[in-house]
């Protein structure tokens, strides 16, 4: 019986090579840590409030609703208009309103009196509270650092109404967070009685969460 030696052993098929694009890879990666989405709202003295403000719309670079100015990361850190850019999503965790210590309490209890908030993504109404609940005035360092700790210890916050509304948990001890897609629209309104401006009104929203960033 003729038989090649080589025939005896087994001999596996070549593997087919699997080429990785490390570049688009690596561009593509993201960490996921714990940050804030925050648009701004400011008035002059004399100006009527509008009866609806909506925010987070109109990103860096594009004329402010209020007064024109180009926008930059000291007005808002939107990248794109009313949505995130993919792959970059947010696991909202909580909503704030922080008032500028510039404003005059008259100006600012005026305002979150006679307003209140909604989230909305895409048709869906997710959170509808009064301003007052998620509102406080202080420095922004001290106010997402030490949230919480509202002693004269810690820091100068100054908490108005209750913060219920900061945290998105519910009463039966569970959590209710909201999921941001990628390229899925979403806003925030603040809706209310108009009035005339006794002095400036400067305030920040904010949506604080866990987001996706680039890696460096």
């Known amino acids: 019986m003729?038989?090649?030696l080589s025939n005896l052993f087994y001999?596996?098929?070549?593997a087919m090579e699997t080429r990785v694009d490390v570049g688009s890879l690596i561009s593509n990666m993201v960490d996921r840590r714990k940050d804030?989405?925050?648009d701004r709202v400011r008035l002059k003295k004399g100006q009527e409030t509008q009866q609806s403000f909506t925010l987070f719309e109109i990103p860096l670079g594009q004329p402010?609703?209020?007064?024109?100015?180009?926008?930059?990361?000291?007005?808002?850190?939107?990248?794109?208009a009313g949505m995130l850019c993919?792959?970059?999503?947010m696991i909202l965790m909580r909503f704030l309103f922080m008032f500028q210590p510039s404003v005059p309490e008259e100006t600012r209890n005026a305002f979150i009196a006679g307003y209140q908030w909604t989230f909305q993504i895409l048709e869906k109404y997710v959170d509808r509270q009064p301003l007052?609940?998620?509102s406080v005035v202080g420095k922004p360092e001290d106010i997402i650092e030490n949230w919480g700790k509202l002693d004269e210890t810690v820091s100068n916050i100054e908490k108005?109404?209750?913060?219920?509304a900061w945290d998105l948990t519910g009463g039966d001890g569970n959590n209710y967070y909201h999921y941001i897609p990628p390229l899925v629209q979403f806003r925030l309104?603040?809706?209310g009685s108009p009035f005339i401006l006794d002095s400036d009104l400067d305030f920040y929203a904010f949506l604080d969460g866990v987001r996706d960033f680039p890696l460096q």
Not at 64 to 80: I, P
């Open 160 to 164: 108005l109404g209750n913060g219920v």
């Open 86 to 89: 993919r792959p970059y999503d």
């Open 132 to 134: 007052v609940l998620a």
């Open 36 to 38: 804030a989405l925050y």
């Open 189 to 191: 309104l603040l809706e």
């Open 2 to 4: 003729n038989m090649k």
């Open 64 to 80: 402010d609703q209020f007064d024109g100015h180009m926008k930059t990361l000291v007005d808002t850190n939107m990248r794109s």
């Open 11 to 14: 001999k596996p098929k070549k």
